[in-house]
């Protein structure tokens, strides 16, 4: 079949089927997400020990962060390539295999001048990240049925959501900020904990982990499977990445789903040094107030997924959320020197909405480009979202050092606002609901 519009009326005469064994594929994936996305803050949510010990500057710190950004922008298209060309098991195996091999090499980096090794181990984990944050949106579309897509996706998101929880809340209890010998026994224990987890969870993917069931659970994948089997080559790849730079639905949903996550990588790089600034001594606080935001995000993925489920409301969805981020961040802005506890709860209101609102974007891309893979479409917005958070984390760390707080926030609320207007504009043309109807 051709990629024109017409394709989103054919209709399906192939057998559909949903498998219970969806369930358990969803299942690893949300762990191996887990597994990967819990290293990303491990480092920056405890700066001022990891500075400490290693004898570095906090800058090179906030890089153990930014580099997950940086390695995704080139890779995403070969990684793209991958999973529409491979199909999900060869993809997500790469990627744990990355995830255990640059968590082994972070074990032998406790020692104070081996920042370079445990930087090259969080460098690999970096890399295999791009293996992992295409996959919710294709593992929805090819397991399961119309009525569950947005959920699925949702907890798809729920994975990576959870381990950026774990890597706020663990780091902080297992590194202690004490003496060097204290700091070294804790980060050993951590690296440790971390490799063996990661190497569990790759022997549980390459004995159960499978790309695609037998038949197609939806009368869109049936579409997409036919589609698919006629595209397999690089050309009509870049032919898809053509088609969707020239949808202006899509570019304006990649540049205001860009400026929510990019601000929200920003927030989370620069956790610590924001709380510890207002509150002294409180690097277990940032932890469990990073946790509380993606916590909340968590609730937030899953609600809106089933919101989705139930009213297939995509557009209307997508700009209720983005506005209600903003008002959350607006909230955040004028409470955090008032009491620690306030920031716990004005940071769950926030991270309800900010971080609920990536399986939204996914979905909402999917419905723009449809029937263009959901991998390509979901890791172009993926790309996007890495260049904005190298943006913003440097610019919003510059606002914190000549400004208060407060107006370096009140930035970060006008960008938002900028997001709101550019969502608005996204045309609300569902092409994946035309195609089930």
């Known amino acids: 079949m051709s990629g024109s519009s017409g394709d989103c009326n054919v209709q399906p005469t192939q057998e559909i089927k949903v498998y219970k064994k969806r369930w358990l594929i969803l299942t690893l994936f949300v762990v191996y997400s887990a597994s990967n996305a819990m290293q990303w803050i491990e480092y920056s949510i405890i700066t001022n020990i990891v500075v400490k010990y290693y004898n570095v500057l906090d800058y090179v710190v906030d890089m153990t962060s930014m580099i997950y950004m940086i390695t995704y922008i080139p890779l995403i298209f070969p990684a793209s390539y991958l999973l529409d060309n491979f199909g999900l098991r060869w993809t997500v195996i790469i990627g744990a295999l990355g995830t255990a091999i640059g968590s082994w090499l972070k074990v032998f980096s406790v020692a104070p001048d081996r920042f ?24 929805a579309a090819v397991w399961f049925g119309d009525n569950e897509v947005s959920r699925a996706c949702g907890i798809g998101v729920f994975g990576n959501q959870l381990g950026i929880a774990i890597g706020f809340l663990f780091p902080p209890m297992l590194v202690p900020n004490k003496d060097t010998y204290e700091i070294e026994r804790g980060l050993q224990r951590m690296f440790y904990i971390v490799a063996a987890i990661t190497s569990v969870v790759l022997i549980l993917i390459l004995i159960f982990f499978k790309s695609a069931p037998p038949l197609p659970p939806s009368s869109a994948q049936v579409v997409q499977r036919e589609k698919s089997e006629s595209n397999k080559d690089v050309k009509n790849f870049f032919n898809s990445l053509a088609r969707l730079c020239s949808n202006r639905g899509y570019l304006l949903l990649l540049i205001s789903y860009g400026i929510n996550v990019g601000i929200f990588y ?33 609730v937030g993925s899953i609600v809106c997924g089933i919101l989705l489920d139930k009213t297939h409301k995509f557009w209307l969805t997508t700009v209720g959320v983005y506005v209600c981020s903003l008002v959350g961040m607006i909230i ?64 919003y760390r510059y606002l914190l050092s000549i400004w208060e707080d407060f107006w370096a926030n009140v930035a970060l609320c ?20 035309k195609a089930k109807a």
Request: proline letters at 5%; a negative charge; glycine letters at 8%.
């Open 266 to 298: 920003a927030i989370s790089t620069l956790l610590n040094r924001l709380v510890t600034k207002e509150y002294p001594d409180s690097e277990e606080d940032a932890g469990r107030i990073g946790l509380t935001i993606v916590c909340a995000g968590m």
């Open 332 to 395: 955040f802005t004028f409470t955090l020197d008032v009491k620690i506890y306030v920031v716990y709860i004005t940071a769950g209101i926030l991270g309800f909405f900010m971080t609920g609102y990536l399986p939204v974007g996914f979905e909402l891309a999917a419905e723009l480009t449809f029937p263009e893979p959901e991998g390509t479409s979901t890791g172009l917005l993926n790309a996007v979202v890495q260049l904005f958070g190298i943006a913003f984390t440097p610019l």
């Open 414 to 433: 006008c960008i938002l606002a900028v997001g709101v207007l550019l969502t608005t504009l996204i045309p609300n043309d569902l092409r994946r609901q």
């Open 116 to 139: 370079w090794i445990t930087f090259c181990g969080q460098t690999v984990v970096a890399i295999s990240q791009t293996c992992i944050l295409s996959i919710p949106a294709r593992l």
